[in-house]
């Protein structure tokens, strides 16, 4: 079962382009959402976190959308740039039994071409 | 990548031998996990410890075995009764478990079992 969706599955932007990427979830209880950024090879970086009272976070050129009637959280990126380039992973937190556990998505990967 | 350390960064084993990779943190972190990933999936939990000489089963803990006897380290031993052993290997850790506090990943051990 599959509580975290992700579109698209990849994607290719031109350098300098925006793009969104998009997250489904069907997790409950919700504790909060967050993006990751995954370099190939390398382990997951924390781009945004938010509780589901908030509706929008930015660092810097990427800002992440929340809708918790809706279930559904975007990431957008502005002004893409090549080390853009990697895995975006959406991760929606459950609060079970006292434990906090991370339900990942498949991630979408992005490809920024000159 | 924090202040997490995996190593070895790649790791070949013939299959029937069991393989521990390494996980150490200097983060003063009380909690610690491992995750699988695999191509085209999101990251699933093998093992969580919330505590010096605690640890629980994820999701998928069959065929691997975990210790915690320091704070900063959590070693993962890959069993040779895990049928698919071959995966990029994440070791994360945290302030704690219990709320949802950011989890910081390390970079990774990609094992190859032929």
């Known amino acids: 079962k599959n509580q975290v969706e992700q579109s698209p599955q990849s994607l290719i932007i031109l350098e300098g382009k925006n793009c969104t990427l998009q997250?489904?979830?069907?997790?409950?209880?919700?504790?909060?959402l967050r993006w990751y950024k995954q370099d190939t090879g390398r382990g997951p970086v924390s781009l945004t976190i938010?509780?589901?009272?908030?509706n929008t976070k930015s660092n810097g050129r990427y800002t992440a959308t929340l809708d918790a009637d809706t279930k559904q959280s975007s990431l957008h990126i502005t002004a893409s740039q090549l080390s853009d380039s990697a895995s975006y992973i959406c991760v929606v937190i459950e609060f079970s039994g006292g434990y906090n556990k991370l339900i990942f998505g498949a991630g979408t990967r992005l490809a920024v071409h000159p | 990548d924090g202040g997490i350390t995996q190593s070895p960064k790649y790791l070949f084993r013939k299959e029937g031998q069991n393989v521990t990779l390494s996980c150490e943190q200097n983060?003063?972190?009380?909690?610690m996990y491992w995750y699988r990933q695999d191509p085209g999936q999101g990251l699933r939990l093998i093992y969580y410890s919330q505590i010096v000489n605690d640890f629980q089963k994820g999701d998928i803990a069959e065929g691997y075995s975990v210790s915690r006897e320091k704070k900063e380290s959590f070693p993962l031993t890959v069993t040779s009764a895990q049928k698919n052993p071959t995966a990029f290997y994440l070791c994360a850790s945290s302030i704690a478990a219990d709320e949802p506090y950011e989890q910081y990943f390390g970079p990774g051990t990609r094992l190859t079992v032929t």
């Open positions: 997250c489904n979830y069907t997790v409950s209880p919700f504790s909060n």
């Open positions: 938010m509780t589901f009272s908030e």
């Open positions: 983060l003063n972190h009380d909690a």
